[in-house]
């Protein structure tokens, strides 16, 4: 019985590193004056996708925002989102982003393209604009 039990075991951390010793993972990460971004591409063989983050640095409350994501041209790919009826002490927000296969390859050289743009305003009524840029960490 404990055989059984300790045959599976290993099994079970084989299956599991074998599934995943093909994974890889690109961290990007970028900032402007207001805001942080940080993204990791998890890139495998069924799967490629970004998951990350975009954090408010400054000091005025939000109240709402939109963003959109640009990739270079060469690549299929964007991404948007929005928010109203932002909390008070909510300054993070995460980002999913789907990444097509032809995209993968051109991923490592194209880190500094991209870029996300990040409109928003303060409960003062006050609208603001930025661009986060980003590099490899």
Not at 19 to 27: H, L
Not at 52 to 64: A, I, P, R, V
Not at 89 to 115: A, H, R, W
Not at 117 to 137: K, L, P, R
């Amino acid at each position: 019985m404990g055989g059984k039990l300790i045959s599976t075991f290993v099994l079970l951390i084989l299956l599991f590193s074998v599934g995943c010793s093909g994974q890889k993972v690109i961290n990007v990460q970028g900032e402007s004056q207001n805001w942080s971004s940080r993204i990791a591409y998890e890139i495998g063989e069924h799967e490629q996708i970004g998951k990350g983050k975009m954090e408010y640095t400054g000091s005025e409350q939000l109240k709402s925002l939109s963003y959109e994501i640009n990739y270079p041209e060469t690549f299929s790919v964007g991404g948007s989102g929005d928010r109203s009826n932002i909390k008070e002490d909510e300054t993070t927000f995460q980002l999913t982003i789907s990444l097509p296969d032809d995209n993968v390859d051109m991923l490592p050289d194209k880190v500094g393209d991209i870029l996300i743009t990040v409109m928003w305003e303060t409960i003062a009524g006050e609208s603001f604009e930025e661009t986060i840029e980003f590099s490899s960490e």
